[in-house]
């Protein structure tokens, strides 16, 4: 069983054996779960999703077979033992309204952003909720999803809901619900960064001569590489940067740049707005 502490997990707790779980809402997300989930081995038989596009239902039947995939929600929800909310925070309140006769006494697995527990309690009636925050590699697996349990939401309850985002990657679970807005500024907004400094990385490299598919070939695995080569290290970042930075070398002329330009305090701050700008969507989702 997982600690209920802040813990990192890349492997789901093998003992579970999934409850049958109802997704509701057949977009990206769900696709990833689903078919992460399945490819891991889970019943398809014991998964829903309820999805009203139609093209997309096909598209859900074609991809996962076994899988039951509703147009709207029916008494065969009462099965589900687990449900994942995986529609858009604005299309929240009226898939719940629709959603909530047929829902039994189901845990809730959360993964839309801001939307907070408080909001989850009052649109389902539920208190037994775990409310998550993946980021875009969940996509392919190599996502980090942060994770907040309600005090109601059982030791089993975190297990479940830990197996259910196994598929999106590694697994942080956080003691209180804002820090998921600090999840929401380091990693759930964190691709973008990424993005970002591969842009200026590439956009250099260019400059300097090299082709545009060299250049953000250089830049994506070098930002990959050193995240792998840090992951599996002991050492600090700072220790790590330190340690390939030579005086008088290449790497600290660029380094001396970035201090220059105070690089890192303008990071912090410019995650400090992100954290704040989700209390702010949060209260916004929360007050309509
Ligand atoms: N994508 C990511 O990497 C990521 C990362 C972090 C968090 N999230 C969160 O994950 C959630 C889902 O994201 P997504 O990218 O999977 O979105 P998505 O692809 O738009 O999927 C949402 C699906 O829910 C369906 N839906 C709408 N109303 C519904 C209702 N009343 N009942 C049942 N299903 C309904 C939508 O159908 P229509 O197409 O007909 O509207 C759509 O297929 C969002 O809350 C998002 O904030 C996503």
């Not at 492997?11 to 977009?27: E, K, M, N, Q, R």
């Not at 400094?197 to 695995?221: D, F, K």
């Amino acid at each position: 069983m997982h600690g209920m502490n802040p813990i990192l997990t890349s492997t789901p707790d093998a003992s579970i054996s999934l409850p049958v779980t109802a997704f509701i809402g057949g977009g990206n997300m769900s696709s990833a779960l689903i078919g992460g989930l399945l490819g891991a081995g889970a019943d398809g038989a014991r998964l829903l999703v309820v999805e009203p596009f139609a093209e997309q239902r096909q598209r859900l039947r074609q991809r996962f077979s076994g899988v039951q995939v509703l147009a709207m929600p029916t008494p065969a929800l009462h099965a589900a033992q687990a449900v994942v909310w995986a529609v858009k925070p604005q299309q929240f309140a009226q898939a719940a309204a629709e959603c909530r006769p047929h829902l039994a006494n189901a845990l809730q697995v959360s993964i839309m952003a801001g939307v907070r527990c408080s909001a989850i309690e009052r649109q389902t009636g539920a208190q037994r909720m775990v409310r998550t925050m993946p980021n875009t590699p969940a996509l392919i697996g190599q996502g980090i999803t942060g994770l907040f349990a309600s005090a109601q939401a059982s030791a089993q309850d975190r297990a479940v809901a830990d197996a259910l985002l196994a598929p999106a990657g590694q697994r942080v679970w956080v003691e209180r619900e804002d820090l998921l807005d600090a999840v929401t500024a380091v990693s759930g907004s964190g691709p973008a960064y990424a993005f970002y400094l591969a842009e200026a990385m590439s956009r250099a490299g260019e400059e300097l001569g090299l082709s545009a598919e060299q250049a953000r070939e250089l830049a994506l695995a070098t930002l990959a590489g050193a995240a792998a080569l840090a992951q599996g290290s002991r050492e600090s970042l700072a220790t790590l940067r330190a340690n390939v930075t030579s005086k008088g070398g290449t790497t600290a002329a660029a380094l001396a740049v970035f201090d220059a330009a105070e690089m890192q305090a303008t990071i912090v701050r410019a995650l400090h707005a992100a954290d704040q700008r989700a209390k702010e969507l949060g209260d916004a989702l929360d007050a309509g």
